[in-house]
């Protein structure tokens, strides 16, 4: 009977997919092994399963060494406009940050009163937004610092808590392990060492 013409869609049945996913996986990885014999060739397989499962194949030497390999091969192609636009990205940061700095310097001065130079509302606007996100960093990091403070004194309270505990009892097993009481008579009875009994009596 001719084999039916699979359709190429996602199979729903999970049991059904797993079992394709294995077949077709060992199928390809066979397939690889006996083009890199035939030909000679240098290949290499990634394939990450549903369940987020690694399987690999690389027929000479290593998959690291082929991915190098393939970087190597690639960084030429488009070198040329990969640089001008890297260059271009470049420019335009160190301008922007040149900018910045720039801006900074001046909204120091002008608080500190140093100079002659002025500033324009929209640079004191900038600036005022500028410290009130510094203002809570500082603030925010200095909840944190003071936080684990907080939290290392517990962890040092409970430490001493738990060794004074522990002194405390061996303390007292020590003291009552060694102590012995006598009993006490509180009245003043004598009691004879000997016993009168009608055996003795003559």
């Known amino acids: 009977m001719a084999r039916g013409k699979v359709q190429m869609k996602r199979i729903e049945n999970p049991v059904h997919r797993q ?62 406009e990969t640089t001008v636009d890297g260059k271009a990205k470049e420019k335009q940061e160190i301008d922007m940050l040149k900018n910045e700095i720039d801006f900074l310097e001046k909204g120091l001065r002008y608080m500190f009163g140093v100079g002659s130079g002025t500033m324009t509302l929209d ?19 200095k909840m944190d610092i003071m936080f684990q403070e907080i939290q290392l004194l517990k962890n040092k309270e409970g430490i001493l808590k738990a060794a004074n505990k522990h002194l405390q009892d061996k303390m007292d097993e020590h003291f009552w392990g060694t102590s012995n009481f006598l009993p006490v008579n509180s009245s003043n009875q004598y009691y004879p060492l000997t016993v009168d009994s009608e055996i003795y009596q003559v």
């Open 19 to 80: 079992v394709t996913f294995c077949k077709r996986r060992t199928g390809l990885l066979k397939k690889a092994k006996e083009l890199s014999i035939l030909c000679d060739a240098e290949i290499g397989i990634l394939i990450y399963s549903a369940h987020g499962k690694l399987y690999e194949l690389a027929t000479n030497g290593t998959m690291q060494g082929l991915m190098d390999k393939y970087v190597k091969t690639t960084a030429g192609a488009g070198s040329s």
């Open 123 to 141: 640079e004191m606007n900038t600036l005022e937004k500028n410290l009130e996100v510094w203002i809570y960093h500082v603030r925010s990091a």
